[in-house]
């Protein structure tokens, strides 16, 4: 319907399977794979932080693409998650378009529920350039922000801070 309301006839080659590509990049972007979750008993008590995933989304209001980038870490206390996991929890979060600001607190929350409530804090920090920015309307190339924190990152600024410097370090991905 799509492209019919575009003025191409869907019978050209070129078009022909265009709807089972773009039901195959949806399905690429949004359905993650079974993923096990092995958490390990570990000691360590400072910030664990990965920084710096780029990954792709849709605009729910627009459907137009998201490129983002995020940087994620939390505070073990007595149990800490495998690594290569963190950027999976991400993708394992976008299971359709969502807002930024959604995305960022889901994030937070997933990490809390792997690791069974025990994170004496957790933080996200999300970068965004919104292809209904940059193509339509304002037609801008701003980027948008979005952080969220919990535990000691919310009540110790300098926790915080640390973070957020590590975060937006140079070589960040971006």
Request: aromatic letters at 8%.
């Amino acid at each position: 319907m799509i492209l019919e309301g575009l003025g191409v006839d869907p019978d050209d080659s070129n078009f022909r399977r265009t709807p089972h590509r773009v039901a195959r990049v949806y399905e690429e972007m949004f359905v993650a794979p079974k993923t096990e979750w092995p958490v390990f008993d570990e000691d360590y008590t400072d910030m664990v932080i990965m920084r710096g995933h780029t990954f792709w989304s849709l605009c729910p209001h627009h459907l137009l693409p998201v490129r983002l980038v995020a940087s994620v870490g939390y505070i073990p206390r007595g149990k800490v998650i495998g690594a290569s996991k963190l950027i999976r929890l991400i993708h394992d979060c976008i299971r359709k378009p969502m807002t930024q600001e959604a995305l960022t607190a889901s994030v937070i929350a997933h990490i809390r529920h792997l690791t069974v409530g025990t994170p004496e804090g957790e933080a996200v920090f999300m970068e965004g350039r919104h292809g209904c920015f940059e193509i339509r309307g304002v037609r801008s190339d701003a980027s948008l922000i979005t952080c969220k924190f919990s535990g000691r990152f919310e009540s110790e600024p300098e926790l915080q801070r640390r973070f957020m410097d590590l975060a937006r370090a140079p070589g960040n991905g971006r």
